[in-house]
């Protein structure tokens, strides 16, 4: 029988989605597990994955279409049935809410408000990954047909283009002004980037001058969709959980030289050991040991995990994501690099599945490479701890009757004092402590 593709939920607080790209045109066979396209929900761009196999009958949500989460977007022949046969009975039902979803859009953002969302900002600011474009307003291809031409990315001198494409320009130093784009409405999309191709220019370009709001002037800037989430999410989480903050100072002077010895032994693999890694380590045993941090709260019940689900805060140029490494408590150093490395890259390319961005049972926020000395992190619920973990640097301390300059690393743990008490989130604080300070420890 016909299977429906709907709109996935791809983040706890998504309620619709944008179809950026079909990877699959209608008539093309389709595997269970297979991506046939791009998704953009209100925190990033994420790939979409088929749960069936068969054959593409229909297309329902044209590229730029917005639709609730639920909402059929495609259909898929499966079994012996015929493709046309399944188009033609599905067509009639799938037009209705397609139309609803065209027409809510439509209203919901006219011209006017479209064009000031889209005003290009300078810094780590981007604008909006979509807005205001439903599926009446997307350049569709027809089955059979050759692709609409690319349309200048351009409007009146403002540059649209999806955050993603603007984080891939900018790490291989394209300048999004030469890209046309294939997006709804001319908008430069991933894949532009990827494809794109520069002439060799006849003169050095000149380095860009970065832009800057004049004296005497402002610049509104509207909050992109992942930044709206990100400030809802947060809110929520200080207005309704107690938090309280215990922090600790280790001295990981061993752990670093440590480090080094294992870096040595792997060099022919290319791999190399981060101090984040073996934190993550440390930090999987800990909570292995008290297992009331490694847990979820509801409000009237606290789930204990046996298997440490460990949230990995990435920022983003518009905001965060957080990857889970699933059961990182059964992994060595080596596997922890190569798992986490390969989480981290598809968070900032948008190639995150759904069961890589849920599930995290504890989340630490690392902010190390920026040279923080210390810092609060905000919890994540449902789960009810957070460790934020700051640089490492030589600092003098005293052993024994000496002052000496060792290596100490600062981390908190903001905690949900509702269900956790300060003498537990001490006891895994010291845990850690322990495990860091004596590495031979996490092998017992």
Do not use: C
């Amino acid at each position: 029988m016909p299977f429906e593709i709907t709109m996935p939920q791809l983040s706890d607080t998504m309620t619709e989605g944008t179809v950026i790209k079909w990877l699959k045109k209608e008539g093309d066979k389709v595997k269970a597990g297979e991506i046939v396209g791009e998704i953009e929900t209100d925190k990033a761009n994420m790939e979409m994955q088929s749960f069936e196999s068969g054959t593409l009958a229909q297309i329902v949500v044209q590229e730029g279409g917005k639709v609730p989460v639920g909402a059929v977007i495609a259909v898929l022949a499966t079994g012996k049935e015929s493709p046309a046969d399944v188009k033609k009975v599905s067509g009639g039902a799938a037009a209705a809410p397609q139309a609803a979803a065209a027409q809510s859009t439509a209203t919901t953002a006219s011209p006017a408000s479209t064009a000031t969302m889209e005003h290009a900002v300078s810094g780590e600011i981007h604008e909006p990954a979509h807005v205001g474009h439903g599926a009446g307003s997307a350049t569709p291809k027809a089955n059979g047909a050759a692709p609409a031409p690319a349309v200048p990315s351009h409007d009146e001198g403002r540059l649209r283009a999806s955050p993603l494409a603007r984080r891939i320009a900018a790490d291989k130093g394209i300048d999004l002004a030469t890209v046309k784009g294939s997006g709804p409405s001319g908008r430069v999309v991933q894949s532009d980037v990827l494809a794109y191709s520069p002439a060799a220019p006849a003169t050095a370009p000149a380095a860009p001058v970065p832009a800057r709001v004049l004296s005497g002037e402002k610049e509104v800037i509207p909050l992109t969709k992942m930044r709206s989430a990100i400030a809802a999410q947060l809110l929520k989480s200080k207005q309704s959980i107690p938090h309280f903050y215990e922090t600790i100072d280790i001295d990981v002077e061993d752990v670093s030289k440590l480090r080094e010895r294992l870096n040595k032994s792997l060099e022919s693999e290319k791999i190399r050991i981060s101090i984040g890694d073996i934190i993550a380590k440390a930090v999987a045993g800990a909570l292995v040991r008290h297992p009331n941090l490694n847990a979820t709260f509801n409000g009237t019940e606290l789930t204990r995990y046996g298997d440490v689900n460990l949230g990995l805060a990435v920022a983003l140029p518009d905001g965060l994501i957080v990857p889970v490494l699933r059961g990182v408590n059964q992994m060595g150093l080596k596997e922890i690099r190569l798992r986490s490395a390969e989480l981290v890259e598809r968070a900032r390319t948008g190639k995150l599945k759904q069961d890589e961005r849920t599930g995290a049972t504890f989340t630490v926020s690392n902010l190390g490479t920026f040279g923080i000395r210390e810092f609060s992190a905000i919890v994540n619920p449902p789960e009810v701890g957070i460790l934020a973990v700051a640089a490492a640097e030589k600092r003098a301390v005293v052993r024994g009757d000496q002052i000496v300059a060792r290596s100490i690393l600062t981390v908190t743990l903001s905690a949900d004092h509702r269900v956790v008490d300060g003498a537990a989130a001490a006891e895994f604080l010291r845990t850690l402590k322990q495990l860091l300070e004596e590495p031979g420890l996490m092998l017992v």
